[in-house]
């Protein structure tokens, strides 16, 4: 398993008050296995599929407020100087770098949207095992009430190539909310401008998407588990492939996308 270049997501991990109640409901709706847990970092659990890894799960530590969250990692060579970025382009950090054993080094913050996220150096653990299949990651949006915010953070932290485009997943002539990002010129995530559609409770973050075989057999298993699918977010058909937008019983947010099943042409991302 090769590295994931400079800036492309390359983990997810979530953190959770019941971990055993979260193994067994992203086991039944993605078919996870589960490595043993590390009890030297908190009972953190990855996540397999088809025996390769595909994210992670752990315990909620307790005193951490809110709900459970989805957290997306981006790759960097260099941990210091990307901390020191993160910094100087109005992040705010809620860690310093930390070593993690054997596996890499990471650097938690905040970005001035108020999204978190993760920049991961890895060592023995390179990230992502398997990508943009059922089961895996296949995409991620950082969803922000302040666009600009974002767009301005995010390339000055990572070798981001930005292309504005409309609203992707409807289509062209939309307005102009969405951004895709590329390293080394492949759509590697994007930027969605949190409207109105999203309930003003929400607090901007990093909407990850895993790939399933049907998306609305996906979210009837959602909700015969005891999740919900957002307000306003269910099953829809995009040139990208069909998702829905859901939350675990938990409090987890994050989507299921079919990106088999199309439905119009794709926006030019040249």
């Excluded at 043993?36 to 397999?48: E, N």
Aim: net charge negative; with cysteine; glycine share 12%.
């Amino acid at each position: 398993m090769a590295a994931l270049p400079e800036g492309a997501p390359c983990w997810a991990d979530a953190a959770f008050p019941d971990l055993e109640a979260a193994k067994n409901f992203y086991a039944e709706l993605f078919g996870w296995t589960y490595t043993d847990a590390l009890a030297q970092f908190g009972g953190y659990t990855q996540a397999l599929k088809d025996g390769r890894p595909v994210a992670a799960v752990e315990t909620m530590r307790p005193g951490l407020g809110g709900e459970p969250s989805w957290n997306l990692y981006f790759a960097t060579s260099d941990i210091e100087a990307t901390t020191a970025k993160i910094r100087d382009s109005g992040g705010a950090l809620l860690m310093d770098p930390m070593k993690v054993g054997e596996y890499g080094t990471m650097v938690t913050a905040e970005d001035p949207s108020g999204a978190y996220f993760s920049a991961w150096q890895p060592a023995s653990h390179e990230g992502f095992g398997r990508t943009g299949e059922p089961g895996a990651y296949c995409w991620a949006e950082v969803t922000a009430r302040d666009a600009a915010k974002a767009d301005a953070f995010y390339p000055a932290v990572f070798p981001l190539e930005v292309r504005p485009l409309g609203d992707a997943r409807g289509g062209e002539g939309g307005p102009a909310d969405f951004h895709v990002w590329k390293v080394q010129g492949r759509p590697v995530a994007g930027r969605h401008h949190m409207t109105d559609d999203f309930p003003p409770d929400v607090h901007p973050f990093i909407n990850v998407y895993f790939g399933v075989a049907d998306c609305d057999a996906a979210v009837e298993t959602v909700r015969r588990l005891g999740g919900q699918v957002l307000q306003g977010h269910e099953p829809t058909d995009s040139p990208f492939g069909r998702y829905a937008t859901v939350k675990d019983p938990q409090g987890a947010v994050f989507s299921v996308i079919d990106t088999a099943t199309t439905v119009g042409e794709p926006p030019d991302l040249s």
